[in-house]
């Protein structure tokens, strides 16, 4: 069938917080034939649509005006978006609205909260909504650990999000969450909400040598992304002194694009970290480490870092907000250790780094948990199920 795919940001490079689309759109191109509308920044690069041809029969974009990297810019455009006053939204629904009059696609997928007044143009038609993630839940998160001049804004940025969720919620013939834990935040008990995981490029996230590094701590992620950055300082400030009074040779690897400033002050000031920023391969820092952290505090949805640590075959402690995004419908659990406060986390480093004194061997389990559950092509093939029901408006989802 032909598929109208919405997205609020462009599905590639896989760098960006849109590999999910990435990966949906290639596995769904088996089937159908797709039509890609995305938003995309006033920094975009144009080549990049050409990463999408092989699967998408047209690619629209739509440029935001927003080209400050502040955080106060940022979120003024966020909810200007989701009030429904973005330009780039805007042109999104006149093409929507045309290929919807000359019946152009049989069906909808929509993704993002920014791109929820779309919704008018496709009233009435079987619509798939990919909420993928609790962003409300990710919000309030943030509010427990904000300095109290950002709470006006996180309040503001909370209220608009929940009316962007309520619509899109009721609008949808099915919704998709990335995890149980965001589905269980959002939906009381519903029949159409649907957990589809993300994958993980299992070809590309292997070792290519069978030791695992000494006495270095790793994490990994967008280092402008608050929920990271936070989880990073507090590595870096509460964490790791602890880990190092123990073990003076620890060290530390902050490694991803865009770190903010107060990260990398942060890794200036402390000794034995190592803020990268942005490394064109991670998979070698990875393999330097003895153990991956992600003390993440607040946040939602399913953390690809996660997968991709465990993919790569390392011991993994996470705190339990972190680790249950992994949880399944079936109930599995992760093959890692959880801790919050800080003597917690630093106690399981330094048992893992003593350890690796004896043993570097890296972790087989951890990466046949991803093999087992976290699939992209099975994910693809569920979802491809899930839009045929919506077309042929049949309530069950065949297995």
């Not at 990435?22 to 191109?29: P, Q």
């Not at 990463?51 to 200007?80: D, E």
Request: net charge positive; charged share 25%; hydrophobic share 45%.
């Amino acid at each position: 069938m032909r598929l109208l795919y919405l997205t609020n940001g462009f599905p590639y490079p896989l760098t960006s917080g849109y590999l999910r689309h990435y990966y949906f759109i290639r596995e769904l191109s088996r089937h159908h034939e797709i039509l890609l509308l995305s938003i995309v920044p006033a920094d975009f690069r144009t080549e990049n649509i050409e990463a999408m041809k092989p699967f998408a029969k047209r690619v629209s974009t739509f440029t935001s005006a927003n080209k400050s990297r502040s955080f106060a810019r940022k979120l003024a455009g966020r909810v200007r978006g989701l009030l429904g006053g973005s330009h780039a939204v805007d042109q999104m629904c006149a093409e929507v609205r045309g290929l919807a009059g000359a019946k152009a696609f049989d069906a909808a997928l929509l993704s993002g909260k920014q791109t929820f007044p779309v919704l008018e143009q496709l009233r009435g038609l079987p619509l798939v909504v990919d909420l993928c993630d609790a962003a409300s839940l990710r919000v309030r998160g943030a509010m427990r650990h904000a300095p109290l001049w950002m709470l006006p804004s996180l309040l503001l940025r909370l209220a608009t999000v929940r009316r962007a969720e309520r619509v899109l919620i009721q609008s949808a013939s099915h919704l998709l969450f990335a995890s149980c834990r965001d589905r269980e935040a959002l939906l009381d008990s519903s029949t159409n909400g649907h957990v589809i995981p993300n994958g993980v490029d299992l070809d590309y996230w292997k070792r290519s040598q069978r030791r695992r590094g000494e006495n270095t701590v790793i994490f990994t992620g967008g280092m402008d992304y608050p929920p990271n950055v936070d989880a990073a300082v507090v590595l870096i400030r509460d964490v790791m002194p602890i880990v190092q009074e123990a073990l003076p040779s620890a060290r530390l690897l902050i490694v991803g694009r865009d770190p903010v400033p107060e990260l990398v002050s942060a890794g200036k000031q402390a000794p034995g970290v190592t803020v990268t920023g942005f490394v064109e391969d991670v998979r070698p820092f990875l393999e330097k480490a003895t153990v991956f952290v992600a003390p993440l505090r607040f946040g939602a949805g399913i953390q690809n870092k996660l997968l991709e640590a465990l993919a790569m075959e390392m011991p993994v402690i996470a705190s339990p907000l972190a680790a249950d995004g992994l949880r399944t419908e079936n109930g599995d659990l992760p093959p890692l250790e959880q801790a919050f406060e800080p003597d917690d986390l630093a106690g399981l480093i330094i048992r893992r780094l003593q350890e690796a004194n004896k043993n570097v061997a890296p972790v087989p389990e951890a990466r046949a948990f991803v093999e087992r559950h976290f699939n992209w092509h099975k994910s693809g093939e569920k979802l491809h199920r899930l839009l045929v029901a919506a077309v042929d408006g049949s309530g069950a989802v065949p297995a």
